[in-house]
């Protein structure tokens, strides 16, 4: 079992950025492939980012591309989101996940089996 927490969310103005952090305890960090979520009010889960287990594969949503970055540190049991050029639209809660490694990110949240709380990331114009 893993547990999860993620931090690091709070309120910006559009064009900032933000640096989420998901840290990880129990088992190792190293036997998961990780991804981010969020869901928006009233709206569905939907994918944001995913990295496989040693950080050689990543995917992004097209709505992400090129302003969200995915990282881990292995050493240190820590996914990370870098979220910059933020825009309303991002306004959400952003959710880290954990699937045992296929070493290959995943899309579905459903592959995932762990998830964390969440924190809420607010955008405003």
């Known amino acids: 079992q893993v547990q999860l927490a993620e931090s690091g969310g709070g309120l910006v103005q559009a064009g900032g950025s933000l640096r989420l952090a998901c840290a ?3 088992r190792a960090f190293s036997n998961y492939d990780m991804g981010w979520f969020r869901q928006a009010p009233g709206k569905e889960r939907s994918f944001v980012a995913a990295m496989n287990w040693n ?3 990543t995917l992004y949503a097209d709505s992400v591309k090129g302003r969200f970055t995915i990282s881990r540190d292995n050493a240190k049991s820590t996914l990370y989101l870098q ?3 933020l825009k309303p639209e991002d306004t ?3 959710y880290c996940a954990a699937a045992a490694s296929f070493s290959r990110p995943r899309v579905s949240g459903s592959e995932y089996t762990h998830w964390g709380q969440g924190t809420q990331v607010t955008v405003s114009l």
């Open 24 to 26: 990880a305890s129990g």
């Open 55 to 57: 950080g050689a594969s």
């Open 83 to 85: 979220m910059n050029s």
């Open 92 to 94: 959400a809660v952003y």
